[in-house]
């Protein structure tokens, strides 16, 4: 079975100063796709980001970027220049493959953002 | 194009009582996917339908139940509720594109369930 482990519950961050946000997961897996998703208090879940585990460069989204450790089983994200809309519930999540759409859930980290 | 969307947004039921919850998907996804989030975790699959077939489920028992319709759109039916069913329950939509990691899943708001 998959897991996905988010260690920090909670995070802090000064509007426009850097937050990173961890996420390790257990796979056997060599094709799998790596996800972060938002969550604000709207409870939508957005894609913030996502990774292909083939792929050795990290993920980019203007802000938003991932450090993909492979060896490491290791997909951090970091928030640049945070702003006050960043605040909400983060989730990193894991997917088999392409075609296998059941994404597997860490248990979220909030952050918050201070003006 | 529209998103999925999803009703009721909130429900309160008693235990040993049925419902069911609706999802329409977007606008060109043929795929759809439920989720249950309890307060404070991870979103957890329930299961998934595929051209109104369910191609795949999570660790749920069989109360669990759902149906595809024709034109995409989806239920989710819990019967015998109980007190650890209160949850937010996600629907998601998706392309079933090729091969080329671009079937992302569009999530819906959520239906609150509360069950006493």
């Known amino acids: 079975a998959q897991t996905v482990t988010q260690s920090q519950p909670e995070m802090s961050v000064q509007e426009a100063e850097t937050v990173t946000l961890s996420c390790t997961y257990d796979?056997?897996?060599?094709?799998?796709?790596l996800f972060w998703y938002k969550q604000p208090p709207s409870r939508q879940m957005i894609l913030v980001i996502r990774?292909?585990?083939?792929?050795?460069q990290n993920a980019t989204e203007n802000r938003f970027s991932v450090n993909f450790q492979k060896a490491a089983k290791s997909f951090s994200l970091k928030i640049s220049d945070s702003q006050l809309g960043d605040a909400a519930m983060y989730f990193c999540a894991y997917r088999v493959g392409s075609n296998d759409y059941k994404l597997s859930f860490g248990a979220g980290t909030t952050v918050t953002v201070r003006a | 194009e529209t998103g999925v969307t999803q009703s009721p947004t909130h429900l309160i039921k008693t235990r040993g009582q049925q419902v069911t919850l609706r999802c329409s998907s977007q606008?060109?996804?043929?795929?759809v996917s439920w989720y249950q989030q309890a307060l404070g975790q991870g979103p957890q699959f329930i299961f998934q339908?595929?051209?109104?077939?369910?191609?795949g489920r999570g660790n749920f028992p069989p109360r669990f139940s759902g149906l595809q319709f024709p034109n995409y759109s989806s239920e989710l039916n819990v019967n015998a509720l109980e007190l650890d069913d209160s949850a937010l329950y996600l629907c998601?939509?998706?392309?079933?594109?090729?091969?080329?990691?671009?079937?992302?899943?569009?999530f819906g708001a959520g239906s609150r369930l509360t069950v006493l």
């Open positions: 339908y595929y051209r109104e077939e369910e191609n």
């Open positions: 998601a939509s998706s392309s079933g594109a090729t091969r080329t990691g671009a079937n992302v899943l569009t």
């Open positions: 606008s060109g996804h043929n795929t």
């Open positions: 990774q292909e585990a083939y792929k050795q």
């Open positions: 796979t056997s897996e060599s094709d799998y796709y």
